[in-house]
């Protein structure tokens, strides 16, 4: 099948008239009918990819049709692509891990790392009830609590014993 027979068979498996077709690519329609009744030459790569817009097909499809590409740029152009696609999924896994790799949820609360709470700074006190809570609420076994305290400007953690049968003041 011409190049131009296969432009026809794809715009009326579309449904689409010449003058559709004309429109969408601004080609025009005696250009458009003598490529496909193959009174024109193949068209350039430019026009090939107006085609395949308008026709709404892959214009890697149509340039191979056409004889622009080969397979072999093809198979090298899917592979790129996959590779591409394979990075930014091994990225997006990384970006992810590293996100939710907080090996210690304590020594993270206890850092000076402008932890925020709706756009609001948490300050030492906040941290330390969540703690408090996470150690009441979740890991009730323990016997210690960790306290959050400054020294010389810097957040330092210790530990004291909790009871957990008390009830704490707000």
């Known amino acids: 099948m011409s190049f131009g027979e296969e432009i026809k068979e794809i715009r009326n498996t579309k449904k ?8 969408r690519t601004g080609l025009s329609k005696g250009y458009l009918s003598k490529l496909e009744n193959g009174k024109r030459d193949i068209p350039k790569a430019e026009t090939i ?6 026709l709404e097909v892959s214009s890697f499809e149509l340039l191979y049709d056409a004889g622009h590409i080969s397979k072999e740029d093809v198979q090298k152009k899917i592979q790129d692509m996959a590779t591409k696609m394979q990075n930014i999924s091994r990225e997006l896994i990384d970006q992810t891990e590293e996100y939710l790799n907080i090996p210690n949820l304590k020594e993270f609360l206890i850092q000076d790392n402008n932890i925020r709470w709706e756009n609001q700074p948490l300050s030492i006190e906040d941290r330390q009830k969540i703690v408090d809570f996470i150690q009441e609420k979740v890991v009730e076994k323990q016997t210690k609590r960790l306290v959050i305290e400054f020294e010389d400007g ?10 957990n ?5 707000e």
């Open 16 to 23: 689409l008239t010449l003058d559709e077709l004309s429109k």
């Open 49 to 54: 990819k107006r085609l395949a817009e308008g």
């Open 154 to 163: 810097k957040p330092v953690s210790r530990t004291e014993n909790f009871d």
């Open 165 to 169: 049968n008390s009830k704490k003041e």
